[in-house]
C-alpha cells in the first residue's frame, strides 16, 4: 500500500490517526524546526503556521526547501488571515499555496487529496548523495565509489536514515521509531543487529566505518 507522509507544524499532528483511501495509507506526523524525525517515504505534504514557537512559518518553508529530504514536498502556509501580501511572502519563501487556519482534518485531507498525484514520481527517482555515498530511491540500490553496497531491505532503509542525519548521535529509541518500527514493539538490542549488518555490508563495499558507536547514547553517522 502506498503511503502518503502529512506533517504539520500544529499539535493536530500528534492527534490524527492514519487514513486509509483508495490503497493509499495516509500518515500524519508533527514537524519541527530540524525538519522530519522519521524516514519519509513516498510524496510528503507539509502544513506550516504562520507563527510557530520556535520561529516563522516563512523560514520554516526556507528550511524545508534547503533541505534534500524535503525540498520536494508539497508545502502549504497556514495563514492567520487572509492578507494578499503575506500570501506573496509565503510563496517567494517556497511555498505553493496557502489555507486560512485554524486547520482541520478535514481541510488538511480535502487539500491533499485534491493534489496528492503532483510530486509522488519526483519522490520516488529521488538520488541522495553524501560523499562517497550515493542512494538512489528508484533502483532501491546505494553505492559506495560506485561500488553496490549489498543490503536487505531493513538496512537500505536504516542506511538512508543515518545518511539523512549525518553527524548527529541518533538512540536506539530514534532509529527504531525513524524507521516507523513501532509497532509491534521491538527490543532495542534489535538495533545493534541491523548496524552490525549494515557496517559489514559497507565495508565490504570499500566504505570503511562511517557509523560510529556512542558509549550509552546510540550511533553517529560520521561525514567525513
Not at 46 to 56: G, I, S
Not at 61 to 78: K, N, S, W, Y
Not at 156 to 169: G, K, M, Q
Amino acid at each position: 500500500m502506498d503511503v502518503v507522509n502529512i506533517f504539520l507544524t500544529s499539535e493536530l499532528g500528534e492527534s490524527l490517526e492514519d487514513f486509509v483511501h483508495d490503497q493509499r495509507r495516509f500518515t500524519f506526523d508533527r514537524l519541527g524546526p530540524d525538519g522530519p524525525r522519521r524516514l519519509v517515504e513516498g510524496p510528503m505534504w507539509a502544513f506550516v503556521d504562520w507563527v510557530m514557537p520556535e520561529l516563522a512559518g516563512l523560514e520554516m518553508c526556507r528550511r524545508l526547501r534547503a533541505d534534500p529530504r524535503t525540498e520536494d514536498a508539497h508545502i502549504t502556509i497556514v495563514l492567520e488571515e487572509d492578507d494578499a501580501e503575506d500570501r506573496r511572502r509565503a510563496l517567494r519563501a517556497g511555498a505553493d499555496d496557502y489555507l486560512v487556519g485554524p486547520l482541520t482534518r478535514t481541510a488538511v485531507l480535502d487539500r491533499v487529496l485534491a493534489l496528492q498525484s503532483r510530486g509522488a514520481e519526483r519522490q520516488a527517482t529521488r538520488r541522495f548523495e553524501l560523499g562517497a555515498l550515493v542512494i538512489d530511491m528508484a533502483a532501491l540500490q546505494a553505492r559506495w565509489n560506485d561500488t553496490p553496497i549489498v543490503l536487505r531491505p531493513n538496512e537500505f532503509r536504516l542506511l538512508r536514515f543515518l545518511a539523512e542525519n549525518p553527524n548527529r548521535v541518533l538512540t536506539r529509541e530514534d532509529l527504531i521509531n525513524g524507521l516507523g518500527k513501532r509497532e509491534p514493539p521491538i527490543d532495542e538490542r534489535t538495533v545493534d543487529v541491523w548496524i552490525g549488518r549494515l557496517r559489514r555490508a559497507i565495508k565490504a563495499a570499500g566504505g570503511g566505518n562511517p557509523l560510529r558507536t556512542v558509549r550509552s547514547l546510540g550511533y553517529v553517522f560520521d561525514l567525513g
